[in-house]
């Protein structure tokens, strides 16, 4: 199996020296470096996992061993997601948690079946 640039998909990398004993590859399309690593966790995964299960940053930083600050960057390239729900009448409940001037977390929630209408 050849090996494929992280970034575009590109076959077209070469290896480009090695950093704390793992080996770099260079996209010879896109330019970028990258190491042979498994990716982290994905953002929506501890998006869910903050909303839906109710983990402070703390415990998904434990639980991810990530710092906070990292789970705090990668939270503010995320957009807000709208589910219509089919069910003319709705209870909304609504939960907003700020982090600062200029990052927050809104939750609205149908109380009837729990289903989450928009975040």
């Known amino acids: 199996m050849k090996k494929k640039c992280k970034f575009c998909g590109s076959c077209h990398i070469k290896k ?3 950093i704390r004993e793992k080996q770099l590859y260079k996209c010879l399309d896109c330019g970028r470096q990258f190491t042979n690593s498994k990716q982290l966790v994905s953002t929506s995964k501890l998006y869910d996992d903050y ?6 940053l703390k415990q998904l930083s ?3 061993n990530i710092s906070v600050s990292t789970i705090q960057r ?3 390239t ?4 709208r589910y219509i729900s089919k069910d003319k009448s709705v209870i909304v409940h609504m939960d ?6 200029d990052f927050g977390v809104v939750v609205m929630r149908d109380s009837i079946s729990s289903k989450v209408i928009w975040r």
Request: hydrophobic share 15%; aromatic share 12%; proline share 0%.
């Open 16 to 18: 480009n020296g090695k």
């Open 96 to 101: 907003t948690t700020y982090r600062g001037k």
């Open 51 to 56: 909303v839906l299960s109710k983990q402070t």
């Open 74 to 76: 990668r939270f503010k």
């Open 62 to 64: 434990d639980k991810y």
């Open 78 to 81: 995320l957009r807000s997601k």
